[in-house]
């Protein structure tokens, strides 16, 4: 299995309060992502990496951050919480070349905000 | 970042074969086919990709159309292991792995 941890597994938290979520990897790959998971819908991007520092947004980024100061971490913060924000999230890796494409996905992050 | 379209649900019989198609007419002639699935309350993991040719596994197989239009994603011997959400993702050189609905493969003992 590909080196990748997210934490924490699980959080409740309120309303309006900052919340970080952290996916590390031991992989070295180039490009990270975070994604979220709502009944009826499929994984939607929120931001990806392609390098330290290089960051771009996805389909779904709005009320999020990301932060990527490190190859093996990529952080996202959700600055102020509100309720639509209670999802799955899951990070992913890849390597980002032509030849070795597959994506790799952490075992998610069940956010609850109250 | 071209679309894909699956079907929303498949029902297989264990030990039969399946096939889960997709459809992407937008396909660009640099864009590769990419399936992965998700087993439940798991992440999603990576099945199988192509390019332009039919290719093999150890999971499965990814039959792609001449035209690239469209793709098949053919599961041998369906177990009932196999009851997941799967996903056909055009991946561009943007690395952008865009997921859509899936298709929820269904398994009957």
């Known amino acids: 299995d590909a080196g990748i941890t997210q934490s924490p597994r699980h959080k409740v938290t309120e309303t309006g309060t900052p919340v970080t979520l952290r996916c590390h990897q031991t992989?070295?790959?180039?490009?990270m992502y975070w994604y979220r998971q709502d009944p009826g819908h499929g994984l939607r991007l929120i931001h990806y990496?392609?390098?330290?520092?290089?960051?771009d947004k996805g389909e779904v980024s709005d009320g999020y951050s990301v932060s990527r100061s490190k190859t093996e971490d990529f952080l996202l913060t959700l600055e102020s919480a509100t309720s639509s924000q209670t999802s799955v999230y899951f990070c992913?890796?890849?390597?980002?070349?032509?030849?070795?494409?597959?994506?790799?996905f952490g075992q998610g992050t069940r956010l609850t905000v109250v | 970042d071209a679309k894909t379209t699956q079907p929303n649900s498949m029902e297989s019989n264990e030990e039969e074969p399946v096939h889960l198609p997709c459809n992407h007419s937008?396909?660009?002639?640099?864009?590769?086919i990419h399936w992965y699935r998700q087993l439940p309350s798991q992440g999603p993991e990576y099945v199988i990709h192509?390019?332009?040719s039919n290719v093999n596994n150890r999971m499965a197989s990814l039959a792609i159309a001449e035209d690239r239009k469209s793709s098949t994603l053919i599961l041998h011997r369906a177990t009932l292991r196999d009851a997941a959400v799967y996903y056909c993702?055009?991946?561009?050189?943007?690395?952008?792995?865009?997921f859509g609905t899936g298709t929820r493969l269904k398994v009957l003992a």
């Open positions: 992913a890796i890849s390597e980002g070349d032509r030849v070795n494409t597959e994506a790799f």
């Open positions: 992989e070295n790959h180039r490009y």
């Open positions: 990496s392609y390098g330290v520092k290089d960051t």
């Open positions: 937008t396909i660009s002639g640099t864009d590769y």
């Open positions: 192509g390019l332009t």
């Open positions: 993702i055009l991946l561009s050189g943007t690395y952008k792995y865009i």
